[in-house]
């Protein structure tokens, strides 16, 4: 399993490194560049994307006894908690 960490924050990207380098998180790249200079061709070979990846939490929630961890996944911080909350409370996968 290869991640790719997007972050243009220098210091969460150097965070994410440095829990890379302890294997906190997922093994894999981080990405400074801006999300809008990514392109899906640069994501083919991963098999976990998170965006605006910030400190990994995400990864680490995606332990390898997740059965999430298995599955190609890409994710975002994107939405917002109350939002995050509507969509589960109509049962939909996210």
């Known amino acids: 399993m ?27 790249i981080v990405d400074e560049r801006s999300i809008e200079d990514v392109s899906p061709d640069d994501l083919r070979e991963f098999t976990q994307c998170h965006f605006f990846a910030g400190i990994g939490v995400w990864s680490l929630s995606l332990s390898p006894e997740s059965r999430l961890a298995r599955r190609p996944t890409h994710l975002d911080r994107i939405m917002s908690l109350p939002a995050l909350l509507r969509v589960r409370s109509q049962n939909w996968v996210c």
């Open 2 to 28: 290869v991640a790719y960490y997007n972050e243009i924050d220098p210091y969460a990207a150097e965070w994410l490194r440095n829990l890379i380098a302890m294997g906190e998180i997922a093994p894999g």
